[in-house]
């Protein structure tokens, strides 16, 4: 059975940094490339970011890009996801995604970024 | 960027009856493999997403046969045909052809 185990998430100030990770079971890690959505209290889903197998490549949304950095240890069967430089904007249920068509979601982590 | 445009916002509907969403994109989603990946998901009250659909009219495992995707291009549907109970919550297109990905803005299934 697919597992997606989200954590991590916090009560942040403005500007400041959390990073999350997403521990993975059930599958072949390494094999799959995986994604983070976010999303916000009482909205929509949206797509945070994207990466590729062995990490060589990696994607991100517009309003993440140059302060979100994702990465991947497929020694540990984890995904994790960097939050630098953080905004009210920001404050989001975070949902790690395995591949890039988001075939199963994880229960999802809450940041929140206030002061 | 792509942008996804769905409807209608809201759908009220009977029990029992079917109840189509609309889903349009902005650009083709065919990929250059000839795939086309439109995805759907459904939301339930205080659950994660679940895929039910994956390009354009693929059921994922588990997901009730009352569930159908259709459509090619850039207009898609999603068509439960029989809506339940269970069915309740926000339904989400998302292209998964071209980066950065995108989602629609969602659609809430209520019972009348």
């Known amino acids: 059975e697919v597992q997606l185990l989200e954590s991590g998430g916090d009560l942040v100030q403005p500007g400041g940094s959390v990073r999350l990770s997403c521990a993975a079971s059930?599958?072949?890690?390494?094999?799959?490339?995986m994604s983070w959505v976010r999303q916000a209290p009482g909205k929509g889903l949206e797509w945070v970011s994207a990466?590729?197998?062995?990490?060589?490549?990696?994607y991100y949304a517009a309003s993440v890009k140059g302060r979100f950095t994702i990465s991947r240890d497929n020694s540990k069967n984890t995904l994790y996801l960097q939050m630098n430089s953080l905004r009210a904007e920001d404050t989001a249920v975070y949902y790690c995604?395995?591949?890039?068509?988001?075939?199963?979601w994880g229960q999802g982590t809450l940041v929140t970024v206030s002061s | 960027d792509v942008v996804m445009t769905q409807s209608p916002l809201s759908l009220p509907v009977t029990l029992g009856q079917p109840a189509s969403i609309s889903c349009r994109s902005s650009?083709?989603?065919?990929?250059?493999?000839?795939?086309?990946?439109l995805n759907w998901f459904q939301q339930r009250p205080g659950q994660s997403p679940r895929r039910l659909i994956y390009?354009?009219?693929n059921r994922d495992s588990g997901v009730p046969d009352r569930f159908s995707g259709s459509g090619s291009g850039t207009d898609f549907t999603l068509t439960i045909s029989r809506v339940e109970a269970e069915d309740v919550g926000v339904y989400y297109c998302?292209?998964?052809?071209?980066?950065?990905?995108?989602f629609g803005g969602g659609t809430k299934v209520e019972i009348k």
């Open positions: 995604a395995k591949t890039a068509q988001h075939e199963y």
């Open positions: 059930g599958f072949t890690f390494s094999s799959y490339a």
């Open positions: 990466i590729t197998t062995t990490g060589s490549n990696t």
């Open positions: 650009q083709s989603l065919v990929y250059s493999d000839g795939n086309t990946y």
């Open positions: 390009k354009v009219s």
């Open positions: 998302m292209q998964g052809t071209h980066w950065p990905r995108v």
